[in-house]
């Protein structure tokens, strides 16, 4: 069965941290890419940060270089987690992980097979 889950959203103070984790069937993690992407109210679907499974290569937007950390995780099922420091307000979105790219550049959410439901992810004091 083919899943992806996402897990480790809140609500947290500006210049806290979170870590959000995607665990994913075997599947879903081999499509080679597993990107992360947030959509906060009224706006559309953005890559955040996209990890190359094979070779560990990682992508990341300008607005979260040097503050999200993409990494392989897990043990009895693969996981790709996201570590979040140093949040802002305006990084309070729905985080969802999405793999498989079948087309298109790694950013662009029209390209992925699978998604997971989301996590909510709120910055604010």
């Known amino acids: 069965q083919v899943h992806l889950v996402e897990s480790g959203g809140g609500w947290v103070q500006p210049g806290g941290s979170l870590r959000l984790s995607c665990a994913a069937s075997r599947q879903a993690y081999s499509g080679k890419f597993v990107t992360w992407f947030r959509q906060r109210p009224g706006k559309e679907r953005e890559g955040v940060a996209t990890?190359?499974?094979?070779?560990?290569?990682?992508?990341y937007i300008d607005s979260v270089k040097d503050r999200f950390a993409i990494s392989i995780g897990g043990t009895d099922e693969p996981s790709v987690d996201l570590q979040m420091n140093s949040l802002k307000p305006e990084d309070s979105a729905m985080y969802y992980c999405?793999?498989?790219?079948?087309?298109?550049?790694?950013?662009?959410?029209?390209?992925?097979?699978?998604w997971g439901q989301g996590t909510q992810v709120t910055v604010s004091s």
């Open positions: 999405a793999s498989d790219l079948l087309s298109g550049d790694w950013w662009a959410p029209s390209g992925y097979r699978y």
């Open positions: 990890i190359h499974t094979p070779s560990g290569r990682t992508h």
